[in-house]
């Protein structure tokens, strides 16, 4: 059974930064693309950014270009999302997922087959 558990969510204020950490057991990491999306509160859940497996491939969301970052370790089974500047707006619960074959596209969550149960990131204005 593939499990995702993300980490390191918490309370900072605008401008400030968070580094965010899906952890995954039960499978061959390595072999998973991996992404990030999130949901604020009375929204939809939507995409934040990607990686394909070779961890240099990546996609985001025209709202986090430039501010948001992501990486994975492989000896880790670990991803990671890094935030800075962060704003009001990025308030939300954040999701990873994980794939094994991207269909339609890095940012579609349908093509994702594992999911975390999300962690709490709240920016103070």
């Known amino acids: 059974q593939v499990q995702l558990v993300e980490s390191g969510g918490g309370l900072v204020q605008a401008g400030g930064s968070l580094r965010l950490s899906c952890a995954v057991s039960?499978?061959?990491?390595?072999?998973?693309?991996m992404g990030w999306f999130r949901q604020a509160p009375g929204k939809e859940r939507e995409f934040v950014g990607a990686?394909?497996?070779?961890?240099?491939?990546?996609d985001y969301s025209d709202s986090v270009k430039g501010r948001f970052t992501i990486s994975r370790d492989n000896s880790k089974n670990t991803a990671y999302l890094q935030m800075n500047v962060l704003k009001a707006e990025d308030t939300a619960i954040y999701y990873c997922a994980s794939s094994l074959l991207i269909r339609r596209g890095l940012s579609d969550q349908n093509d994702y087959s594992y999911w975390g149960q999300g962690t709490q990131v709240t920016v103070s204005s």
């Open positions: 990686t394909r497996r070779n961890g240099v491939d990546t």
């Open positions: 039960g499978g061959t990491f390595s072999m998973y693309h």
